[in-house]
């Protein structure tokens, strides 16, 4: 069966970096968009940044350009978020999502609806 498996996440200080790496096993992850969400205890699931399945295209909203960016490598089956400048405001559980839409015409990237397969997600702290 299809798992997506989210690492990297953990405690950094404030305006430090970490990079969260994305994995699957069941398909073949270059085929598919994938998303980054994250959810703050008490709070609605926010969707940070996707990526098309080649990689040519990227969605961000405006509130996450900037300090967080997508990238992936197809040869190494690899998504990465990669996060700078970190705030506590960041701190929440990041999870991968992958699509079989390989890229995206319209907001629907937005839409956890969208995605086929989930990740349990990565505990990323953002704390002094």
């Known amino acids: 069966q299809v798992q997506l498996v989210e690492s990297g996440g953990g405690l950094e200080q404030p305006g430090g970096s970490l990079r969260l790496s994305c994995t699957a096993s069941?398909?073949?992850?270059?085929?598919?968009?994938v998303a980054w969400f994250r959810q703050a205890p008490g709070k609605e699931r926010e969707f940070v940044n996707a990526i098309s399945s080649n990689g040519v295209y990227t969605y961000y909203p405006d509130s996450m350009k900037g300090r967080f960016t997508v990238s992936r490598d197809n040869a190494l089956g690899t998504v990465y978020l990669q996060m700078n400048n970190l705030e506590p405001a960041d701190t929440a559980v990041y999870s991968c999502?992958?699509?079989?839409?390989?890229?995206?015409?319209?907001?629907?990237?937005?839409?956890?609806?969208?995605?086929?397969?989930w990740g349990q997600g990565t505990q990323v702290t953002v704390s002094s």
């Open positions: 999502a992958a699509s079989r839409i390989s890229s995206f015409t319209n907001d629907y990237y937005r839409a956890t609806q969208a995605y086929d397969y």
């Open positions: 069941g398909i073949r992850l270059s085929a598919y968009s």
